[in-house]
Each structure stands twice: as C-alpha cells, then as structure tokens.
C-alpha cells in the first residue's frame, strides 16, 4: 500500500509543486486526489465500451465484469492510493522509512504558511477523518470548515460519480449503474482513518477531476442501435406433440406456476399520488424506427384447424365446467376440468356457431399453437362441445391488470418496467411468428398470483394483409387503446401492437387511457382516428419519455419491442 502511495505521490509532487502556500507538499496532494479521480473515470469508460458490444444484455457474466470493474476502479485502487499517500505522510512525520527520496524530502519540513507549519506535520500528525468528525476538538469554526471538506466535498464527487455511471448506461437500464458508484460510497466509509487535512486536499483534487471525467464517457457514446436491437437467441425446446402430451400426465398447478422465469419480480399494486402532478414531462428521446410488417409471414387467410375424431361426442363428458370466468359478446370463458389428464383449463366456448365465429375461434387457436412464449396464453385443444365450438386453453389463476389497477391502484414504476418488459417479450415472439394480436389492452393481460404478467385473447389476431376493419365496417380492437393507424383503416402492424402496449403501460401507471376517456367508444374511436395527442399519461415516471416516443402517432417513429426489452 505505501509502495503505491509513495509511486503515486512522487509522480503528483513532478507533476505539480508549486513553491508558495501552502506548500508544495499540500499542493501535490491534490494533484493526487487527481489522478485517484481518474481511476473511476477510467472504469465508466470501460463500461462503455463494453456495452458497444454487449448492448442491453445483462447476463451473469456481463454483470460480474461489470460489478468487477467497479470493484477494482472505484474502490479498491482509489482505497490503496488514499491511505498509501496517508502512510507517506505519517512515516515522514514519525521519522520511519517513506520510499521517497531524499531530494523530496528535503522540502517536506520547510514552512511555506504561518497557519499551516511544517508540512510533515501539518499532513502527518493530526487527527484521521473519524476522530476529527466524531471527536471534534472543540473549535467551530474548525469542526465547520471539516464537516463541510470531509463531507461536502465527497458528497458531490459522489453526484458526479453517479452521472458518469448513468453516461455510460445511455440507451439502456441505468440500474446497472449502481455496480459503478456503490462503491464509490464504500471507498469514502473505508477512507476513515486517511489523516483528516491529507483527505481535505485529496478531495480538493479529485472534485474537479468527477467533474472533468463525464467528458471521456460521454465522448466514448452509447451503443449502437443495430446491437442494443439485436433480437435475442431464445433456445425453447419444441413443444411437445398432441401425442405426447396425451402420454404425459400433467403435473399439478403450483408446480405450474413455480416454474415461472426467477427474472421476473411480482408486479406491485402501489399507487403513486406524485404520478398525477400536471407537469409537463420532458420531450422525448429519438428510439429506432419500428418495423412495420412482421418476419414471416402467415397466408391471408388462415386455413381451418381441424377438430379431432370423436371431440363431438365425448367433449362434453371429457370437460366439465366449473365455474364461468367471463361472459362478453363473443362468447363464455368457462374453468373446466380435463377429466382424461386431471388438469384445470379455460374453456371459451362461442355464442354463435356462424362460420365467422368458428373462423376466428379456429383464428385463435392457430396463433396460440404457432407462439410458444411463456407469457403467452397456451392453447391444448379445439373441441366441438354440445353448445359450440371450444378453444381449451391453459387455465390463469390470477386477475385482469384493468381489474388489479381499478381495485388497488396503479403500478409503480419498477413494477411497470417489468409489465413492459416481460409482454414486449411475448409479442416479439408472437411476431416473430407472423401472429399479430391487434388487441392489447389491460383487460387482456392477466396477472397470476405470483405477479407474472401473461398475455391472452388471440381471437382478433391475423397476419400481413388482413383488413383492420370487419366486414360490416366495425372496429376489431378496444378504441382506447387502439393505435391511431389502425383507428384511420390502415392494416395492424408490429408498431400498431407496440403502440397498444405502451397505451397498456401507461393506464397501468395512471389509471386512464393514454388519450383520456370518451363519453362513448365512437368518441373515442373518432379521437383515435383523428390522432389526436396522449395527453394522460403518467407525469412523473420515470418511463415518461419512452410513453412519449412509443407513443407516437407515426409508426416508424416508435421504438422498437425489442428496445423496450
């Protein structure tokens, strides 16, 4: 440790040793402080270069690379350096071997200052940091001018340190960002027994240095779209066959449900009063334009699903209902019990058995069979029951977030992250799939009780091509949440489905559509058609700007799912 400090404070005292007050001795040790406050700069700055390739991947092996660069620059070399240089000082001043050499100490004793003395003494003798902030000698005026150096002064390098972290996390989460200046925060508690003037002049050097150093970040720039954007290499196994999954008993439903992602955290119900405030919020950030047709693609007219031999006959005895679920104009969602594998599912059974119903129903079951993603809603079977055509689906033991925000008020902000995350994840692999859902809303997203967001109602879902519009010129959707393209007759698109979700996030976080409410769904079909501006969205959140920007009424403009991801 005096070895380093020793090296440290010879290499100050060449650089800069002015020979007047107070001292060349005192004016080296702030050229210290200042290259001590390049040790953090230099790993900010490695950060970001590492995030040109890496993006916004944060594995376990990105985030120990990251945690070790914080550990090595900002903590553990500026901790050796500050109490090396300290060990200097009392080495000189007790009369012990200090490493320097004699021409350096020759100058060490001399007297530039009446109300500093001798520099030997004046950074050697006196009190360490702790003593002098918890056992003040009982002159005030000292103790003031102490309290406000000891702790003014790392008080606001910290602020620096911090913004160079969040420099380097541009584009991306910045809670990363902690593994930067956390322990920057451990340095100052570990710096305690650093002699108090020597950690005065330190930190007179290193402030101006925090300050300097946001320029070297921020000259290194944010990653690249084309990698933050990069999709991610999902590597599921294929789902299983109808076959196999007749052979396979199924396992009971909590076992279902802890084999949930350990990534996800439970969605919070909070509400944030301070989210309501009429402050404008600040103008959006540019995000890469969204595509605007899906990978591959479907036909235009997804063909039929045929139903299995013998599901006529035995489908009423094979599931008996339970309870129902949901009743809306389309049809009755009903919880029934598979009585051939003992397990709980949703049965959606039609109104009407017309062949436009029985198309979407068989529409549905399409998309869910070709997404497998498991915060989508998985489809088992279509069956032909005594009163219609059925979809079985997996059973969500859980309740609808438009049902969880109306009864225990919005989401927080960490929660709301995870919410977008985890469905901009769904419907990229829906898309990836050439499935469009065209009907994102909250009412369509249900959160099981471990807090895990899923996504589900497919019936309204198609590929390229398909009109927004039905055939007797009514809305496919929930004008609320409706995208202002499709809204005017334009076809659905990714950004339409990306649009749909940032309007989900946002009541999510405020309670109201993102356009505010109509007196009637024409009204709010007309607003959406006419473009008109989000002006309810979440004021004070911290998602504000990416609201803004995935919010926006041209498509191409939006960021993109995988940006949100």
């Given at each position: 440790m ?6 440290l404070?010879?290499?100050?005292h060449?650089l800069?040793n ?5 001292g060349?001795?005192?004016?080296a040790?702030?050229?210290?402080g ?8 230099l790993?900010?700055v ?17 985030l120990?690379?990251i945690?070790a ?9 500026p901790?050796?350096a500050a109490?090396g ?7 000189v001043a007790t009369?012990?071997?200090s490493?320097?050499?004699g ?5 060490m004793?001399r007297n530039?200052c009446d109300f500093i003395g001798a ?11 702790f003593?002098t902030?918890?056992?003040p000698s ?9 309290l406000?150096?000891?702790?003014g ?6 602020f620096?340190?911090?913004l160079q972290?969040?420099?380097?996390m541009?584009r991306?989460q910045?809670?990363p960002?902690r593994l ?12 305690a ?7 005065v002049?330190l930190?007179l050097?290193?402030l ?10 921020a ?9 933050i954007?990069?999709p991610?290499?999902e590597r599921e ?6 076959a196999?999954?007749?052979?396979r008993r199924?396992e009971p439903?909590s076992?279902q449900?802890?084999?949930q992602?350990?990534q996800?955290?439970q969605?919070s119900?909070r ?9 404008q919020?600040q ?6 334009p ?7 693609q ?13 599901s ?13 679920l ?12 598979d ?14 058995p ?8 068989r ?9 497998n ?6 489809v088992y079977?279509l069956?032909?029951e ?7 689906m997996e ?7 438009a049902t969880?925000v ?14 977008w ?7 990229s ?15 369509n ?6 807090g ?14 398909d009109?927004?519009?039905t055939a007797?010129?009514?809305?496919i ?5 409706v995208?202002?393209?499709q ?5 659905a698109?990714?950004a339409s489905?990306a649009w749909?979700l940032?309007a ?12 505010g409410t109509r ?10 058609a006419r473009?008109e501006?989000?002006?309810r969205l979440p004021?004070?959140?911290a998602?504000a ?8 009424n041209e ?10 991801r």
């Open positions: 005096n070895a380093f400090g020793s090296w404070l010879s290499l100050a060449t800069f002015p020979g007047f007050c107070p060349d001795w005192v004016w040790t702030s050229a210290a200042a290259l001590i406050a390049l040790f953090p700069v790993g900010a490695i950060v970001a270069l590492m995030r040109k390739f890496t993006g916004n991947t944060y594995d376990a092996v990105t120990g690379v945690a660069v914080g550990l090595v620059t900002v903590l553990l070399l901790w050796l109490n240089v300290s060990g200097i000082y009392r080495a009369g012990q071997p490493g320097l050499s021409a350096e100490l020759s100058t004793n530039y520099q030997s003494e004046y950074l050697g003798r006196g009190q360490n940091v003593e902030l918890f056992y009982g002159n005030k005026l000292a103790y003031g001018y102490y406000a150096a000891l702790i002064l790392p008080a606001i390098s910290l620096f340190v911090i972290a969040r420099t380097a541009r991306g910045k809670w960002g930067l200046w956390v322990p920057f925060v451990l340095f100052v508690v570990f710096s027994s650093v002699e108090a003037n020597t950690a002049h930190w050097g290193f101006p240095i925090s300050v300097l150093g946001l320029i070297p970040v000259l290194v720039g944010p990653p690249p779209w084309a990698v954007n990069r991610k290499q196994p294929e789902p299983p066959s109808h196999e999954q007749l052979e199924p439903q076992s449900q802890s084999q992602s350990p996800q955290s969605l119900q509400p944030q009063e301070s989210q309501q405030s009429q402050q919020p103008p959006p950030r540019q995000y890469p969204t595509a605007l047709a899906p990978a591959p479907l036909a235009a007219t997804p063909g039929p699903l045929p139903v299995p031999p013998g006529a006959a035995a489908g009423s005895e094979r599931y008996r209902r339970m309870r129902r949901g009743h809306g104009g389309f049809g009755t969602v009903w919880q029934a019990v009585t051939q594998l003992g397990r709980t599912v949703a049965l959606k059974i039609a109104h009407a017309d062949p436009d119903t029985e198309e979407r129903m529409r549905e079951a399409r998309a869910l069979a070709m997404v993603h498991p915060n989508c809603v998985r079977d069956v032909e005594p009163d219609g055509l059925a979809l079985v059973f969500l033991e859980g309740q609808a977030l969880a109306d009864t225990q008020g919005p989401l927080d902000d960490i929660a709301a992250g995870r919410l995350a985890t469905m901009a994840g769904a419907l692999a829906a898309h990836e799939k050439g499935v469009l859902h065209r009907d994102i809303k909250p009412s997203v249900v959160v099981d009780p471990s895990v967001p899923h996504l589900i109602d497919f019936g309204i879902a198609r590929s390229r091509g009109s927004t519009l007797t010129g009514m809305m959707g929930t004008p609320d949440f995208a202002p393209e809204a005017a007759g334009a076809p698109s990714p489905d749909q940032a989900t996030v946002s009541y999510a976080l405020s309670g109201y559509p993102p356009r007196e009637s769904p024409m009204a709010a079909l007309m607003a959406a473009a501006p989000a002006n004021q004070r959140s998602h700007r990416l609201l803004i920007a995935s919010l926006d498509p191409r403009r939006r960021p993109t799912l995988n940006t949100v």
